[in-house]
């Protein structure tokens, strides 16, 4: 089985740049998360989407974050403007969990590693 | 409130040695735990999955264990090799209405000496 695919693998930008991340999850998974994992700390939950609906996005900084599931299938997420303290790297997972369902699948990406300069 | 703690911060064994990692929680309605391992920079990988009703679970030198009772659990290695170096996630998973949710835990990073 594929796994969860995320690009690009590194990315450096100047502050107040934009950038995007790409996520391809598990063919058949309907959730997805993205992530944000500041160097020492666990992934912080930004989004999680349900097909291609939002669930969860109460931690997401919406005046420069945003992302999207078209198709209930890939995500990208986005950063405009970017701010220094954005640097960290962005994790993607998926899981077949939805109601109904039993609990299991929940897989990570490899991530992207963002640095702000 | 649903939280998630693990002990110790940090850990540094020589190779060939054991090591053991604790996870408590309090998330409720638990659904199950998982025992992540991550390497510096990459995405965390699966080591273990527990639900309610186990209470140990092998992979290769890792080992958890489960005690829905405390609302704990461990990890072990065995035998630690200088590739274990890395951090240690506990995740626990809760239902809430519509989906899941997961609760990670800030990690053990493990260091292993020659």
């Known amino acids: 089985e594929a796994g969860v695919a995320q690009s690009p693998r590194y990315k450096i930008i100047e502050k107040r740049q934009s950038v995007a991340f790409w996520c391809n999850p598990i063919s058949g998974h309907a959730t997805l998360y993205w992530y944000q994992q500041i160097l020492g700390q666990g992934p912080k939950l930004l989004i999680q989407f349900q097909n291609n609906g939002v669930v969860d996005d109460s931690q997401l900084p919406k005046d420069r974050f945003s992302a999207e599931r078209l198709k209930g299938v890939d995500s990208t997420l986005k950063i405009q403007p970017a701010k220094l303290e954005d640097s960290a790297v962005y994790l993607c997972?998926?899981?077949?969990?939805?109601?109904?369902?039993?609990?299991?699948?929940?897989?990570f990406g490899s991530g992207t590693r963002l640095t702000v300069v | 409130k649903n939280q998630v703690e693990q002990s110790p911060q940090s850990l540094i064994i020589l190779e060939g040695k054991n090591c053991t990692l604790q996870?408590?929680?309090?998330?409720?309605?638990?659904?199950?735990l998982r025992w992540y391992k991550q390497d510096t920079g990459r995405g965390p990988v699966s080591l273990t999955i527990?639900?309610?009703?186990?209470n140990t679970k092998s992979n290769g030198r890792y080992t958890a264990t489960l005690d829905a009772d405390t609302k704990q659990s461990s990890l072990h290695i065995t035998a630690s090799q200088l590739s274990d170096s890395a951090s240690y996630i506990c995740?626990?998973?809760?239902?809430?209405?519509?989906?899941?949710?997961?609760?990670f835990g800030t990690g053990t990073r493990l260091k292993v000496l020659a």
């Open positions: 527990m639900t309610f009703s186990e």
């Open positions: 995740v626990v998973s809760r239902r809430t209405p519509g989906t899941y949710k997961y609760i």
């Open positions: 996870c408590n929680y309090t998330v409720s309605p638990f659904s199950n």
């Open positions: 997972a998926s899981s077949l969990a939805w109601p109904g369902q039993t609990n299991y699948g929940y897989t």
